[in-house]
Each structure stands twice: as C-alpha cells, then as structure tokens.
C-alpha cells in the first residue's frame, strides 16, 4: 500500500484537527462544569493553573501546527477537496485561532495577574462573574468550530479521488 505525500499531510492534518476539537470538546462537556462546581478562590486558583499548564509543546504542536497544516493541505489537496480544505482553514483561523488569541488569552493574562490570596472574598466573586461566563461562551465558540473545522477536514479526506 502506498500513501502519496497529500494523503499524509491530510491524515496529520486531521489528527491536529481531532486533538483540538477534543481538547475544546473536553473543556466544554467536563472541565468547565467540574470547576463550576468550586467556589471561587478554588475556581480562580484551578484556572490560574490550568491556564499556566496549557503553554507547552504538546498543546503548540497541534494549536500551532493547524494554522501551517490547514492551508498547506488546502493548496496540496486544491484538486479534489480544496474547497473543504479552504473553508476548514477559515474556521480554524476565525472561530479557533482568532478566538483564543483575541478572547481567550486576554482573560487567562488578567486572571493570571490576580493575587488571589490578597483579594477578598467580594473581590473574588467579582472577578469570577466577569471571568467564568465570558470564558465559557469563548469557549463554546471554539468548542463549535473546531468541531467544524474536523468535519470540513474530515469531508476533504473522503472526497480524494
């Protein structure tokens, strides 16, 4: 069996797609409610980190990696399934990459300068209730069009000729 260099590139482009699409999906179906469920010192403290933690190579490579791979495949695959390709490419650069950077990482740089524990409890059910909702929202945005964007992928492969 042979692989051509276009169907590689459209398989790592569809993992890259999956991993993302997964990572929003898990926030929006189990770790946003999880974290919900604590009070808001807990909450802010867990976002801090988790947010902290995110910002490593194994998140990079594919957050990264898809605004390389998205329109690489589109002009590799332009023939047959380009136009899925095009149309993933400006999901992931608008309603991913786009949000995250234009919504998303604000948040997670003001939350990351709150002294938590020189805040009162007031203080802390403030910014949570400017934070958590906001987040969420951007999230479920992302969430959508990650998921979009697999399927556009995911189109693209099974109409290759």
């Known amino acids: 069996m042979h692989i051509s260099f276009v169907e590689l590139l459209l398989l790592i482009t569809l993992v890259a797609s999956a991993l993302m699409a997964g990572l ?20 802010l403290s867990a976002m801090q980190s988790i947010n902290r933690a995110i ?3 194994v998140f990079f490579a594919p957050f990264m990696g898809s605004l390389v791979l998205l329109p ?4 590799a695959a332009w023939s047959s399934g380009g136009g899925w390709l095009l149309a993933a490419t400006g999901m992931y650069f608008a309603g991913v990459f786009g949000v995250t950077i234009a919504g998303n990482v604000p948040l ?8 938590l524990q020189a805040a009162s409890e007031e203080q802390l059910a403030q ?5 958590e909702k906001r987040w969420n929202r951007l999230n479920l945005v992302r969430t959508v069009c990650a998921v979009l964007t697999l399927a556009l992928v995911g189109t ?3 109409c290759q000729d």
């Open 127 to 131: 910014y949570r209730a400017n934070f």
């Open 24 to 43: 929003f999906f898990a926030y929006a179906c189990s770790v946003n409610p999880g974290l919900g469920r604590l009070a808001d010192r807990g909450y």
């Open 108 to 115: 997670n740089n003001a939350l990351d300068k709150l002294e």
């Open 55 to 57: 910002l490593n190579p």
């Open 72 to 75: 690489l495949a589109t002009w």
């Open 156 to 158: 693209a492969c099974i």
